[in-house]
Nanobody
Framework: QVQLVESGGRLVQVGRSLRLSCTSS????????MGWIRQPPGKEREFVAG????????DYSDAVKGRFDISRDNAKNTVYLQMLNLRPEDTAVYYC????????????????????WGQGTQVTVSS
């Protein structure tokens, strides 16, 4: 079984930066596609960013493209989300997610495709 634990969420001001981390335990996730999903208050969950198991492929939602960067360190079983120029609309609970990839080096955008979810970390951007 895989456990995902997020960290780094906090209250920040508009325009500031923040980096979220997600560390996995229980089993190596070096061959897992990983991602970040967020759920703003009162809204549905939405895809933020995804990364293939090798790290060769990444994808972002239009809302964060150019501001957020997803990366991974497979030796540390850790995935990162660097967030720049934060906006109030980025306020949400951010979930780290993962799924086995088999031989496919692929990014998954659909939250329902992910098998493993962390407990979430709150990011609040104040104006």
């Amino acid at each position: 079984q895989v456990q995902l634990v997020e960290s780094g969420g906090r209250l920040v001001q508009v325009g500031r930066s923040l980096r979220l981390s997600c560390t996995s335990s229980g089993r190596t996730t070096s061959n897992y596609a990983m991602g970040w999903i967020r759920q703003p208050p009162g809204k549905e969950r939405e895809f933020v960013a995804g990364i293939s198991w090798s790290g060769s492929f990444t994808d972002y939602s239009d809302a964060v493209k150019g501001r957020f960067d997803i990366s991974r360190d497979n030796a540390k079983n850790t995935v990162y989300l660097q967030m720049l120029n934060l906006r109030p609309e980025d306020t949400a609970v951010y979930y780290c997610v993962g799924k086995t990839s088999g031989r496919l080096d692929y990014v998954h955008r659909d939250p329902d495709e992910y098998t493993y979810w962390g407990q979430g970390t709150q990011v609040t951007v104040s104006s």
